[in-house]
């Protein structure tokens, strides 16, 4: 099912008509002109997509502790993520972990955003081992080391 696009204004001016369309659409996204789109769903099927989530979490969970499972994601990869092919071995091995890890936490919580701030990070750092001159100057030692990073002071604004 497809998603329908929508001005905001008109949901907001038709809610009854706008709303009818989910019968017939996977969801409405709602576009706003000085802020993120908006997307609204029936509740039945945004519970329908919970579960396919906490589902594939699990199914990835069960299929790492059989013998070749951890293996098995590891080749299959590639397929599924093209970038990762640029990937060293042992971070395609790290990848696939941490997918499952972040993937069952953030079931746990309903929550599919940070398995999808994990797969933008890991594509950053195949971009980076696909570019032999930005990989190069990136790993380059430069340097006295400093030591780790310390967290930002809070913003007294934010009454932290």
């Given at each position: ?6 001005p905001f204004t008109e949901f907001v001016q038709r809610p009854t008509a706008a709303t009818r ?41 069960s299929l790492v502790r059989r013998a070749d499972g951890h293996a098995l994601l590891q080749e ?82 934010d009454g932290a």
């Amino acid at each position: 099912m497809p998603v329908e696009d929508l001005p905001f204004t008109e949901f907001v001016q038709r809610p009854t008509a706008a709303t009818r369309l989910l019968a017939t659409v996977r969801a409405l996204r709602l576009r706003r002109r000085d802020a993120d789109d908006l997307v609204v769903m029936s509740a039945v099927r945004a519970e329908r997509e919970r579960e396919v989530i906490e589902l594939t979490a699990h199914l990835l969970r069960s299929l790492v502790r059989r013998a070749d499972g951890h293996a098995l994601l590891q080749e299959l990869l590639p397929q599924v993520l093209p970038w990762a092919r640029f990937l060293p071995v042992t971070d395609r091995h790290i990848l696939v972990q941490e997918f499952i890890d972040v993937t069952e936490a953030a079931a746990s919580v309903d929550n599919v955003s940070p398995i999808a701030q994990l797969l933008v990070e890991w594509r950053h750092t195949a971009e980076v081992h696909a570019d032999p001159e930005l990989h190069a100057l990136l790993s380059a030692p430069r340097g006295e080391d400093h030591g780790p990073v310390l967290p930002p002071d809070p913003d007294p604004q934010d009454g932290a």
